[in-house]
Nanobody, 118 residues
Framework: VPLQACGGGLVQARGYLRLSCVAS????????MGWFRQAPGKEREIVAR????????DYADSAKGRFTISRDNAKNTVYLQMNSLKPEDTAIYYC????????????WGQGTQVTVSS
């Protein structure tokens, strides 16, 4: 399930972005999906995750109330809608896939840069 993430960019604080991650292959709907991020000098951290059907989601405390993860299995795509962005959201965002939707350890995308200016 190779993954291709896109949608990053430069946005002002309080703005919004929507990230997309497209998976190739026929087995996308079998995998949980998620978004991680890594800021300069910091460890990679989970942002949001979603199970194979989209019926369950989980968010980091920093993302709750501002970010929404969703998926469209017909399009092999997972989304991360990010609203009310803050400068501290600046990071490279990676999508990931896993049979275990909590560990998401099977496949990684290449990352997309999100920069939030103050």
């Amino acid at each position: 399930v190779p993954l291709q993430a896109c949608g990053g960019g430069l946005v002002q604080a309080r703005g919004y972005l929507r990230l997309s991650c497209v998976a190739s292959g026929r087995t996308f709907s079998r995998y949980g999906m998620g978004w991680f991020r890594q800021a300069p000098g910091k460890e990679r951290e989970i942002v949001a995750r979603i199970n194979w059907s989209g019926s369950s989601t989980d968010y980091a405390d920093s993302a709750k109330g501002r970010f929404t993860i969703s998926r469209d299995n017909a399009k092999n795509t997972v989304y991360l809608q990010m609203n009310s962005l803050k400068p501290e959201d600046t990071a490279i965002y990676y999508c990931a896939a896993g049979v275990n939707w909590y560990t998401l350890s099977d496949y990684w995308g290449q990352g997309t840069q999100v920069t939030v200016s103050s």
